[in-house]
Structure formats: C-alpha cells, structure tokens
C-alpha cells in the first residue's frame, strides 16, 4: 500500500499570505494526485487533479505542483472561507489512498 | 447538475449487516466510475471501494476485502455497498462519490455521506 504523508499537519497563515501544503508519497505515484479541501460539516471537494490541473470552478490562486514522490499545493491571497482541512490522494493499480489531512487555519 | 445523494445508514450491532444506497443524477450514470469513501467522526478520510463504469473491475481497501460488496444497477442510476460482520471500527459517514479521470484517478463528486454506527 502506498501511504501518503502530509505536512504540517496544522498551518496558521494570515489574510493575504499564501500557503504552502505538502504531501509525500511512499514511492512513485507519477502525477496520480488529488487535492481536497473540506470545510467543516461538508463533503470533499475536489480541487487538483493530475497533479497540477485544477477542477471546474477551482480560482486560479490554487496551484498544485509536483510528480513522482513529492507534491505540493500552493493557495495564494489566503481568504478566511480558505480555513479547512485539505487532503491529498493518490491512486495506484485500483488502490486509493489520502494523507491525513492539513488543516489551514486563517488568522 | 450531479448530485449524489446516499441512504440506508444506521445503527447496527457487532457482527451486523447493512447495505448503502446511492442515488446519482445529473449526469450519464453508466459512463463513470463510482466510489465509497468513509470517514469515521473527526478523521481522515479513508478509500473503501470502487467499481468501473460497466461493473467489470471493482476494488476493496485490504480492511473491507471478503465484509463489503460494491455492485451497480444502471438502470436504476445507483451504487451500492452491502456492509457485513461489521465492527465498531467502521462507524463512519460513507461518501458516494464519482470516479473521474484524465491524468489519474480522482473523485470528482461527492454526496453528502450516510452515517453508519455500530455499536452494541
């Protein structure tokens, strides 16, 4: 089983800043990555695909970087709707597997 | 408008069956994947199952292999997980989602979960 590692586990940014989200897989993944984000009470809601592809009505200060073990998402001029908790997952040979998850905090 | 909407949560005993339903629409049902996908109170997220668009190939996280079943019915646009000699440890709320792909494999759609608690 691939297991995927996200850091840090808590990030407290302010207003405006931009946030730097990290997973690392256990071995190559290619660009089979997902990012998430879920609010509190919500379902999932994807937001990178690919790697680097943002999803359908994802803004443009979302960007997903990365390939093979290491991954990471980048979410410029913080807002405070931001604030969740995001997750990133792999998928390999008909496994799925997610990190345990970032919580973005806004200040 | 995709909208997946799940059903049949509860509560059942240790050892006890279940089976979750998920009701999909907005889109052309037999031409994606499906998937469940839990999350047990205040964790992560955890892959239980998926199935392909013609029910061909299916897959089972290791902890769920020989307990949970996925199956489709096309014809009625719905998912289903059949839950058996269940354990505490899969109290959850079970996501349906839809599998889409280009550069990988992701879920695309969500619903909004159907809780399960297993308890004595």
Redesign the interface.
């Given at each position: 089983e691939i297991v995927m590692t996200q850091s840090p586990a808590t990030l407290s940014v302010s207003p405006g800043e931009r946030a730097t989200l990290s997973c690392r897989a256990s071995q190559s993944v290619s660009s089979n990555l997902a990012w998430y984000r879920q609010k509190p009470g919500q379902a999932p809601r994807l937001l990178i695909y690919g790697a680097s592809t943002r999803a359908t009505g994802i803004p443009a200060r979302f960007s997903g970087g990365g390939s093979g073990t290491q991954f990471s998402l980048t979410i410029s001029s913080l807002q405070s709707e931001d604030s969740a908790v995001y997750y990133c997952q792999q998928y390999n040979n008909w496994q799925y597997t997610f990190g345990q998850g970032t919580k973005l905090e806004i200040k | 408008e995709v909208q997946l909407v799940e059903s049949g949560g509860g509560v059942v005993r240790p050892g006890g069956s279940l089976r979750l339903s998920c009701a999909a629409s907005g889109f052309t049902y037999d031409d994606y994947g499906m998937?469940w996908?839990r999350q047990p109170p205040g964790k992560?997220?955890?892959?239980v199952s998926?199935i392909n668009w013609d029910g061909s190939?299916i897959?089972y996280?290791?902890s769920m292999k020989g307990r949970f079943t996925i199956s489709r019915d096309d014809a009625k646009n719905s998912l289903y997980l059949q839950m058996k000699s269940l354990r505490v440890e899969d109290t959850a709320l079970y996501?349906c989602a839809r599998v889409?792909y280009?550069?990988?494999?992701?879920?695309?759609?969500?619903?909004?979960?159907t809780l399960v608690t297993v308890s004595s």
């Open positions: - | 998937a996908v992560g997220l955890e892959w998926s190939s897959g996280a290791d996501y889409g280009d550069y990988g494999y992701y879920f695309d759609y969500w619903g909004q979960g």
